[in-house]
């Protein structure tokens, strides 16, 4: 097993750069530390010749080889007109400053290596460091960009050189960082290596055309053409809106109306799309909450007015834009307050934070998060709860895009500590996070043996953390709850603890924050979180 | 030799501060970038678990307070005891902090020589036994100050580039020029520390130098004073041309990047801005993106391919 890696075999055509042992994964609690199954599936032979993985063996992008010597020429020089552009202050004036301050100011101490999840779960495979794709990328820059002297390349050892399968190699790298930003969160220099994974991303799609077909064709193509990436239309919307009306009288005795384009109402919720289709039981209780403490409220049915996922926030400038701004009018033409954004972590950050500077005019349409809202009325006392009802062991993970990308910390916690007697923190915790192992589009990546390179490494971390929350309740007999308001979390929970067993191993079972709440009411005949669940 | 020296000194602080400046506001001048905030947010009243204004229901009718005192000492505290490194690699930290150390003290150490030869051009004595009791504390700034910068920064550049061979990380990205780095400023402390015991314990040569560069009357000097003050000077030349300036960029990248909240509201000056940059010419050519519109346009279009212009 090779752990030094160096430039050149990014740069040699063929072979491998990294083999990945689980052996020398960080190693997991027991019962975890003995795993039956390989822990990555291996490509077959016919999907190695269809799909490049001459990375680590896994694969997000799979780009095909070109064919011919010209077809590889034009790849690379696409390419690099499409580096030249990320320093263009026309093209990428929305990420040129701290582009180019992160390029320039790095002095590669490492120091964001050790804060990095993915770099430590993989056993400290020099690949994932997160200085990896800023060297290459900095290296191609030099070489093929500012057109540096040879001379100058070697003292600053910036040489490369390019073929076609560095890029490969180069873009499929851009999806090994969950853009968690830990690392950039502990850089003295203020530099952010994420936001190159991110920036090498963005040459790839809005240059090459080239992204996941998860997170583009579809994703936010679809959400674009249909309304929801989900590809559910507003017909469908309106049918498990149904569904759920009737649910929650089942579970509840309530008849409750969920508010569907209602004009005028003070506030659009939206939710992501996934939670209609995978976890119904968080739109449900929201709609719970909302009645009962009487908020005027709508969902809408307008395109991406559904669903607030925004996958260009990971990916692609123009259609991150696009998105946000059809939320805007989707809200706009309903006459809102303002727009309120359910459990999801990356549509908190997209939709309230990174969209404020594309927004203008009659577009500037209030937006927050719900988590504020949620607290107040639980300590308002406008619904009453018992927090007896949620006596088990619960703790809290905090997705990245809303606590440590976005300053909201405390509302979660404080309901839970008034919710959940048993409630505990993770180790570390809050903007010191670490991230599901699922960020920037992973956990709805479905490629090949990506989900396999997600549960075992990505997520690692995240696992570990979990299970070491619990270690005082470590047996299945014992039902545990991870608290994940975030929707991309939560998949990728779903994923992870199925790949490890946990349900039968440990008895956890994750879901969102408003399922707590809502099991928490005084009044509700019969328990809301059902541990079947899992 | 004298009139060397005063030339050469001109000539590098001139340098120095005209490379400093253009590279700073090449910095600031570029366009404000969509926001990518981090936290804590040191100005922000949670800051301490890292909270931000959208902990509170309906953010935008509430005050933001903001202490931007505590977000700049914050960031010059660390300059000075550079915090990363003391929680995360300690070792590294005993060598780094000497070394960066040794230039803030060598600098303020001239800088101070030269207020003290302009105190000196008035009549002040400075010297341990001066008669003003002025003179004689700033005879020994000076000379803790001096003193310090070469101990340091000697000790910061023997240890550095042990350190970095030591680490298997920092070996890998270490490139040749760290090293002469290293080199060039171990000799650059080295021969300052070797005249100020040597030759100079009361480094009295170096307000004579700054006397001489006030009043343009090249001073006479021990020829290994003179040796360190070209190698400075030739230091404070180079200086420029390499990652130095992240002293002050840092700052700028906390203050306008990582800590950069401040919201979009209607009418702003930043909507103003921010409408410019919507009306930028995009050049990018993926299917869907509308080469050669604005960035407006680009982001109104839905991008769907049956939407979409031909691409060439
Ligand atoms: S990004 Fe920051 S922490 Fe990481 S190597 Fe560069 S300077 Fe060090
Ligand atoms: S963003 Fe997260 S996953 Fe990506 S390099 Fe940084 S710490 Fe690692
Ligand atoms: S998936 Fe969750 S934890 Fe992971 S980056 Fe997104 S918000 Fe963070």
């Known amino acids: 097993m090779k752990k030094n890696i160096h430039i050149d075999d990014f740069t040699r055509p063929g072979g491998q750069v990294t083999e990945l042992d689980p052996a020398e994964l960080d190693p997991l609690p027991p019962p975890y530390d003995k795993i039956d199954k390989p822990s990555i599936r291996k490509l077959t032979e016919e999907q190695r010749k269809r799909m490049d993985a001459s990375l680590d063996g896994i694969v997000a992008i799979g780009l095909t080889p070109p064919k011919t010597p010209e077809e590889e020429k034009a790849f690379i020089d696409k390419f690099l007109a499409g580096i030249k552009k990320l320093f263009s202050a026309d093209d990428n004036w929305t990420f040129l400053q701290p582009l180019v301050h992160t390029l320039e100011y790095c002095v590669k101490c490492q120091i964001c290596s050790d804060a990095c999840p993915v770099y430590i779960s993989s056993g400290r495979q020099d690949i994932y460091r997160p200085t990896m794709r800023p060297e290459l990328f900095r290296r191609i820059v030099s070489k093929y960009i500012k057109k540096e002297h040879p001379f100058l390349r070697k003292i600053k050892d910036s040489d490369i050189d390019l073929n076609w399968q560095t890029l490969a190699r180069l873009g499929e790298l851009a999806y090994r960082c969950t853009l968690c930003r830990r690392c950039a969160q502990v850089c003295p220099l203020g530099c952010d290596n994420a936001l190159i994974s991110r920036e090498i991303r963005k040459v790839f799609s809005q240059q090459m055309g080239i992204a996941p077909k998860e997170l583009h064709e579809k994703g936010s193509v679809q959400q674009l053409r249909v309304g929801s990436s989900t590809g559910m239309t507003p017909a469908a919307l309106k049918n498990i809106l149904e569904f759920a009306e009737e649910e929650i009288e089942e579970k509840t005795g309530r008849k409750i109306k969920i508010p569907v384009d209602k004009k005028g109402a003070d506030i659009l919720l939206i939710h992501n799309a996934g939670e209609f289709l995978a976890w119904p039981e968080n739109l449900e209780a929201f709609a719970i909450i909302l009645d009962a403490a009487g908020v005027d409220w709508t969902l809408s049915t307008e395109i991406a007015g559904y669903d607030s996922v925004n996958y260009g926030v990971w990916y692609d400038d123009f259609q991150f834009a696009r998105v946000v701004i059809r939320q805007s009018q989707a809200a706009k033409s ?182 707590l709440i809502v099991n928490a009411m005084a009044d509700l005949k019969k328990p809301f979180i059902q541990w079947e669940w899992h | 030799m004298g009139t060397l020296i005063i030339v050469l000194t001109y000539i590098a602080y001139v340098l120095i501060v005209v490379v400093y400046t253009i590279k700073i506001t090449a910095w600031l001048k570029m366009p404000p970038h969509i926001r990518w905030d981090l936290y804590p ?257 680009a982001a109104m279009e839905s991008g769907l391919p049956e939407t979409k212009k031909d691409t060439p």
């Open chain 1, 334 to 515: 309903l006459g809102v307050r303002k727009i309120s954004f359910g459990e999801c972590g990356h549509a908190h950050k997209a939709g309230i934070v990174v969209a404020d500077r594309v927004l203008t005019g009659d577009l500037i349409i209030p937006r927050e998060s719900s988590l504020p809202m949620l607290e107040e009325i639980v300590m308002s006392g406008r619904i009453k709860l018992d927090p007896g009802r949620n006596n088990f062991p619960v703790t809290l993970h905090d997705p990245c895009n809303m606590v440590r990308l976005m300053g909201i910390v405390e509302p979660q916690r404080r309901i839970l500590r008034k919710i959940c007697p048993q409630f505990r923190e993770m180790t570390p915790h809050g903007v010191e996070n670490y991230c599901c192992g699922g960020g920037s589009g992973f956990a709805i990546t479905q490629s090949t043996n990506f989900p396999d390179w997600r549960s075992a490494v990505s997520g690692r971390m995240k696992m570990k953390q979990i299970l070491e929350a619990f270690q005082d309740v470590p047996g299945a007999e014992v039902k545990k709850y991870v608290c994940a308001p975030c929707s991309n979390c939560k998949g990728q929970f779903r994923d992870m603890f199925e790949y490890y067993g946990v349900w039968e191993k440990s008895g956890i079972l994750y879901g969102g924050l408003v399922e």
């Open chain 2, 41 to 297: 947010v040191i100005h922000e009243e949670n800051y301490r678990y890292g909270g931000s204004y959208y902990e509170q229901p309906e953010w935008w009718t509430k005050p933001r307070p903001r202490n931007t005192w505590r977000s700049l000492f914050y960031s010059l505290k660390d300059n000075f005891y550079m915090g990363e490194y003391y929680k995360r690699n300690r070792t590294y930290w005993l060598c780094l902090l000497p070394w960066h150390l040794g230039f803030i003290f060598i600098i303020t150490f001239h800088i101070l020589c030269f207020f003290a030869a302009v105190a000196m051009f008035g009549g002040l004595d400075i010297a341990a036994n001066a008669p003003h009791v002025a003179g004689r504390v700033f005879y020994t700034i000076l000379l803790l100050t001096g003193g310090f910068a070469f101990v340091s920064g000697t000790f910061g550049s023997i240890g550095m580039p042990i350190i970095r061979l030591a680490d298997r990380g920092l070996r890998t990205y270490s490139m040749p020029m760290n090293y002469f780095n290293y080199l060039f400023f171990l000799v650059v402390y080295g021969s300052g520390l070797l005249a100020w015991l040597l030759l100079d314990p009361t480094l009295d040569e170096y307000r004579a130098y700054w006397l001489g560069l006030i009043t343009l009357t090249p001073p006479e000097l021990h020829p290994m004073t003179v040796l360190h003050i070209i190698l400075f000077d030739i230091f404070l030349i180079y200086l420029p041309f390499t990652r130095s300036t992240h002293y002050i960029t840092r700052i700028l990248a906390y203050f306008f990047i990582r800590w950069d909240d401040e919201p979009n509201l209607p009418g702003s000056e930043l909507e103003k801005q921010i409408v410019g940059l919507l009306g930028r010419k995009v050049s990018w050519e993926g299917k869907h993106i509308p080469t050669g519109r604005s960035w407006a346009e």
